[in-house]
């Protein structure tokens, strides 16, 4: 279920740390932006270009 | 202010509609392991896998991006004003004294003669030029980590020496600049920073004593 949902959950992280620090810039929810949210982001970017990558790899596309 | 309200906004519905494809998601991703992948999802014509494909994109790609966008355009535009500075406790009694139209500190005198009309902090604390605004920015976020991780003492103390070409980028060629000799004689020494321009003009900002928890400018207010 984690394995399969990683990304969900992930993303789910991200936009609400991106939503507390949009609505209450204080530093707290500011470094969980800068220092949490965005590296999930990217992290999450990256799975979404892998998961891609090897489907169309199994289809024989690339 | 309206188009801060409008990129919260913007970032907001965005991390919303993020939130609604991937709970559609999880759903569908439950049909497509029942063996489902072909069937029409609802009324929408197209089969779960092709849905489930399109949700992806807006989910993990297009929703955080839009949202990252707006939250790293609120970090980089929202950090230039006092307010934000005001929001670190550490800065309160200085935030306090350049609001108080009874101090005499360099900041407090720019601010209420509105010698620099808005975002006065920033004004004055980043070096100007493409490096001097990427070392500001790398400062703020270690200041950022110091502060959450409560790994500073207090009264904080500005560990560099202030680059003169923070005032200069104002202040030099001005009339009343150039009208007073001694600019002339040590103007390349102003340049390159080797005096401070606070040697003659006074403390740009309170003093550490009253930069120090329990003295009573300390948590005067709170600007908003």
């Known amino acids: ?62 | 202010m309206l188009f801060v309200t409008i990129v919260k906004g913007i970032g907001t519905l965005s991390a919303a509609i993020g939130l609604i494809l991937c709970g559609v998601m999880v759903y569908l991703h439950a049909r497509l392991r029942g063996g489902q992948a072909a069937t029409p999802v609802w009324t929408l014509g197209v089969s779960a896998a092709v849905l489930y494909k399109w949700l992806a994109f807006g989910g993990f790609f297009a929703a955080p991006f839009v949202t990252a966008a707006m939250a790293n355009y609120h970090l980089f535009e929202g950090t230039r004003e006092v307010e934000s500075c005001a929001r670190c406790h550490v800065m309160r009694p200085i935030v306090n004294d350049m609001m108080n139209p009874e101090s005499q500190t360099l900041a407090a005198r720019h601010y209420r003669n509105r010698w620099i009309a808005k975002q006065q902090c920033y004004t004055c604390h980043t070096d100007y030029g493409l490096y001097g605004s990427i070392k500001a920015k790398q400062d703020g976020f270690r200041h950022l980590v110091k502060y959450v991780t409560r790994s500073y003492d207090e009264p904080i103390q500005y560990p560099y020496r202030y680059n003169n070409a923070n005032c200069l980028q104002c202040h030099e060629g001005t009339d009343k600049f150039e009208r007073v000799p001694s600019h002339t004689t040590v103007r390349a020494r102003l340049k390159e920073s080797s005096i401070s321009c606070t040697n003659c003009h006074g403390i740009p900002h309170p003093t550490s004593e009253e930069r120090t928890p329990g003295h009573p400018s300390y948590d005067l207010r709170r600007p908003r």
């Open chain 1, 1 to 62: 279920m984690i394995r399969k949902h990683w990304k969900v959950g992930a993303v789910v992280l991200g936009m609400a740390f991106s939503v507390w620090f949009l609505l209450d810039p204080d530093p707290l929810p500011m470094a969980l932006y800068v220092f949490v949210a965005q590296p999930l982001f990217l992290a999450v970017l990256i799975g979404y270009i892998l998961s891609i990558w090897k489907d169309l790899r199994r289809k024989k596309v690339l």
